[in-house]
């Protein structure tokens, strides 16, 4: 079996449990040196075979999991966060579909999570946002014209933009142009839930300036929300007046 393992957001004792468990018995290892803690190594079987990925191609990557697969030996292809987000594996799982290979994939804790965590502050609050988006700035990797950042603005929800802080000014104008006002709040955090975690906050006008200062250029999630401004509504799950199939309301 072929196993893409979402190894969080870096601190190591962030990897699921599954994960964990896989990746210390795996006898091929294939994990994104760029991103992924080496620490998280350390759980590996002292004989496995393993390899950076950071300057292989798809071919170099897919060939070693069909090999290991052949032999008979277990492999996990170990991603940074959860592997679902950003994690280029769709193409490696067609090849390994295409071989007739079986795989599954162990999800992994989000770098979007563990910055909320960081904080920490509450991503989704009555009265404020019911919605995260997920996204990126346009770089190298195009984005679909409907999903500008101006067009996702409108909406005015939480947005966790991913590997886009060496873009903050442009992104900055550009949520502004989409109906976010000026002083709409901004964390970006630096390296989230890894040791030299760094947090910067601001909103839209000043942030883009607070983040150059603080020389962050890459490995950062990009919070941008009015949920981090109070005047939310209490939930009401835990309002004594409100009923559910678990408790009764006083009224």
Known sequence: MIYFVGAGPGDPDLITVKGAKVLARAKIVIYAGSLVNKELLTIC????????????????????????????????????????????????????????????????????????????????????????????????????????????????????????????????AELIAGGFSQTTPVAVIEKASWPDERIVTGNLENISGKVKEAGITKTAMIIVSQAFQAGYLPSRLYDADFSHSYRRGKQ
């Open 45 to 172: 079987d002292r004989n496995a075979e393993i390899y950076n990925s950071a300057g292989m191609t798809l071919e170099q990557i897919t060939q070693l999991m069909i090999e290991g697969h052949r032999k008979g030996l277990e492999v996990v292809r170990l991603h940074t966060g959860d592997p679902s987000l950003y994690g280029a594996i769709q193409e490696q799982m067609d090849v390994l579909r295409k071989e007739s290979v079986p795989f599954c994939v162990i999800p992994g804790v989000s770098s979007f999570l563990a910055a909320a965590a960081a904080i920490p502050h509450e991503l989704t609050l009555p009265g404020i946002t019911q919605t995260v988006i997920l996204t990126r700035m346009e770089g190298r990797t195009p984005v679909p014209e409907t999903e500008t950042l101006r067009s996702l603005a409108a909406h005015k929800s939480t947005m966790c933009i991913f590997l886009s802080v060496h873009l903050l000014e442009e992104l900055s």
